[in-house]
């Protein structure tokens, strides 16, 4: 199986940005989906963004405007530049890929986000 590995969390304050990334450890059959999901204490999860094998992308009306999320096939990696954060981005993001959203085949291991005020 697609083995999924991410990094770029941490802390910032409000106003900042940060960068995730999700790099696969193989080639990844089309057609896919990639993104995040995030889940902060007490609250769903949530699916923040997320990129098709065709380029399509999709996103969370929270973020909508702030986030952008992009993929580099030739590196087998997508990416969600996060701009502008709020405290309430604050969660745990795991990257995801799957033939769809609701078939999902592999997880990062998560990389927290967290954005004081």
């Known amino acids: 199986q697609v083995q999924l590995v991410e990094s770029g969390g941490g802390l910032v304050q409000a106003g900042g940005s940060l960068r995730l990334s999700c790099a696969a450890s193989?080639?990844?059959?089309?057609?896919?989906?990639m993104g995040w999901y995030r889940q902060a204490p007490g609250k769903e999860r949530e699916l923040v963004a997320a990129?098709?094998?065709?380029?399509?992308?999709n996103y969370a009306d929270s973020v909508k405007g702030r986030f952008t999320i992009s993929r580099d096939n030739a590196k087998k990696t997508v990416y969600l530049q996060m701009n502008s954060l709020k405290p309430e981005d604050s969660a745990v993001y795991y990257c995801f890929l799957g033939a769809a959203v609701n078939l999902i085949r592999s997880w990062g291991q998560g990389t927290q986000v967290t954005v004081s005020s």
């Open positions: 990129i098709t094998s065709g380029g399509s992308t």
């Open positions: 193989r080639s990844i059959l089309s057609p896919n989906v």
